[in-house]
């Protein structure tokens, strides 16, 4: 029979043969109620997958509060995470941006819990049979979490001790488990008799065992849940937010141009000509918002240039800031999709900055590089062409949030977020497409990727009461404009639709058109024409390589 440190443990096959009386009949303790040994025995399976799971809980709510002192990006879920969101196959990328939206990191966790609680279950299963499978198991667990989290961009040798103590602390917590719950059942099959008396004693004991186990795991999953919540709160809160309040943004030099009266339609329905910070798409790799200080932050201004720099947080303030309404939009927004929005940011020309680093023959490609390792790559030329391209301290007249990049990041109108949009940056390196390769372009997507010409319908969707129908949406062509909206119904004619004023090329814009429904089922149909007098293409196309392309339809059911 397997054993640990002494400790019987009960094998499989023992646990579901019958013991017998010296006579040779099943011993049984409570005839009428059915208790034997062989169904405890065979409940045994349960309370060892009770055991996995309270001790690969405890795992985490160590590893969470570890984590407050070696930062939020060491946590085993959150450095599997990261390994996982870098090299999963990008179709799976894009499935989970599709299902998921703007809650895609949400999903990831959530399923890397579910899956680690199923591991859980077969650790604690193994491990009644053989203490040391379930050892081996935690020890898995605790070198796959040191591993991912060490490999992590500028990760030092501490990221691994998240993992490593949480699964110390799950080691201990299974095997004084497990003991308890076979302890009693081991001590029993080596009796060389039995008597009624006996049995019932043992059958007494077994079931007390097991509901120790219930009770311990269940209370170390809810402790672990409370350690873990704080520590993750911790971790990624301190101090960060409350610099945040402390910045004050400079007045700008350059002042946003006014939003001209009908900008915004206000229709219901209809996306706001400005988006609210809280409801303003964020797509990312980071699975814990990098917490950056602005006292500490640096820019490295270097690579291909003439002259190398770094500025402070206070140095970029004492600039001259640009303030500019400018619409951004990912390269992962499906045709009539919403990861879009517009804001109003306040920063620093980024063309100021390449003009004093002073690029160098080739040099054709900025990477620019974030706090978490992320790297995106923008047209040298595009920086430098006189667009409102933008290192943003500001958002909608706050300090950037958290979540957008605070304390500094780049906006750049006319391209897709992936080869512009670098939030947290503490980089401006100054390289070529032909030598380096930002994160999205080995998995699949384009270098260069302006942003195409767009236009969604927000107004009617599902249901529309008979008679006059206002449809209305928004249209987009960031740094060429939008000169023309169209609407059809059905298969029929194409009718020219009213467009909102705008601010600039750079921002999206609002049209409407007046419909006279007629009952049934309708499907209308939208498309743009840009100030180059190239029409929105109709043939559709996935996101992947370089942006979505189709006209959007929606299904109107008039009643």
């Known amino acids: 029979m397997p054993s640990f440190a002494g400790v019987g443990v009960v094998d499989h096959e ?3 043969r019958e013991s017998a009386c010296p006579h040779g009949q099943p011993i049984v303790a409570n005839p009428s109620s059915g208790h034997t040994l062989d169904a405890v025995r065979k409940g045994l399976a349960t309370s060892g997958a009770l055991a996995g799971v309270g001790s690969a809980a405890v795992a985490l709510g160590v590893a969470e509060l570890v984590a ?8 085993p879920i959150v450095a599997v995470g990261g390994v996982v969101v870098d090299s999963v196959p990008e179709p799976v990328k894009q499935f989970a ?5 703007v809650h895609d990191k949400t999903a990831l966790q959530i399923g890397t819990v579910v899956l680690l609680v199923a591991f859980a279950v077969a650790i604690g299963v193994a491990a009644v049979r053989a203490i040391w499978y379930g050892v081996a198991g935690v020890a898995l667990f605790g070198l796959i979490g040191a591993v991912a989290a060490v490999t ?5 040798a501490q990221a691994v001790l998240p993992s490593l103590l949480g699964a110390v602390a799950a080691g201990l917590l299974l095997v004084t488990l497990i003991r308890r719950v076979t302890g009693p059942l081991a001590a029993q099959e080596t009796r060389d008799t039995d008597t009624d008396t006996d049995a ?4 007494a004991e077994l079931e007390f065992a097991r509901r120790q186990v219930l009770t311990a795991a269940l209370g170390a999953v809810g402790l672990s849940a409370v350690a873990g919540l704080a520590g993750r709160w911790l971790s990624t809160r301190r101090d960060i937010a409350q610099a945040r309040a402390a910045v004050a943004l400079p007045a700008p030099a350059s002042p946003a141009p006014a939003v001209p009266a009908g900008a915004d339609l206000k229709v219901s329905g209809l996306a706001s000509y400005v988006t609210g910070n809280d409801d303003f798409y964020r797509i990312d790799t980071a699975l814990v918002v990098p917490r950056v200080d602005p006292d500490t932050w640096q820019l490295r201004i270097h690579g291909r240039v003439r002259s190398s720099f770094t500025l402070t947080f206070d140095d970029l303030l004492r600039r001259p800031m640009v303030e500019r309404y400018i619409t951004l939009a990912c390269v992962s927004n499906e045709v009539g999709g919403d990861l879009i929005g517009n804001a109003r940011w306040l920063g620093v020309p980024v063309k100021d900055l390449l003009d004093e680093a ?8 900025v990477v620019s590089r974030s706090a978490d390792g992320w790297t995106c790559g923008t047209p040298t030329a595009v920086l430098l062409d006189g667009r409102d391209a933008l290192l943003a301290i500001g958002m909608n007249g706050e300090p950037l949030p958290l979540e957008h990049g605070f304390p500094v990041r780049m906006v750049v109108p006319g391209l897709y977020g992936y080869v512009s949009a670098c939030k947290w940056i503490t980089e401006l390196e100054l390289s070529s497409f032909q030598d380096f390769d930002a994160y999205w372009v080995p998995r699949g997507w384009a270098p260069q990727a302006p942003i195409k010409t767009q236009s969604r319908i927000d107004t009617p969707r599902g249901k529309a009461a008979a008679g006059t129908v206002t ?14 909206v169209e609407v059809r119904v059905d298969d029929g004619p194409w009718q020219t639709a009213t467009l909102a004023g705008t601010v600039s090329v750079d921002t999206w814009r609002q049209w409407y058109w007046r419909w006279q429904a007629t009952s049934g089922k309708h499907t209308l149909t939208v498309r743009a024409t840009d ?15 370089d942006g979505a392309t189709g006209w959007h339809s929606v299904t109107v059911e008039v009643e």
């Open 358 to 365: 002073g690029p160098l023959p080739g040099a054709d490609q």
């Open 471 to 484: 449809v209305a949406g928004v249209a987009w062509a960031q740094h060429r404009g939008i000169d023309k």
């Open 68 to 75: 407050v002192a070696t930062g939020p990006r060491s946590a």
């Open 200 to 203: 019932e004693a043992d059958v």
């Open 14 to 16: 023992v646990a579901v």
């Open 152 to 156: 992590r961009y500028d990760a030092g």
């Open 531 to 545: 100030s180059t007098g190239a029409t929105q293409t109709e043939r559709e196309a996935p996101p992947a390589p």
């Open 97 to 101: 941006i599709d299902v998921f939206g």
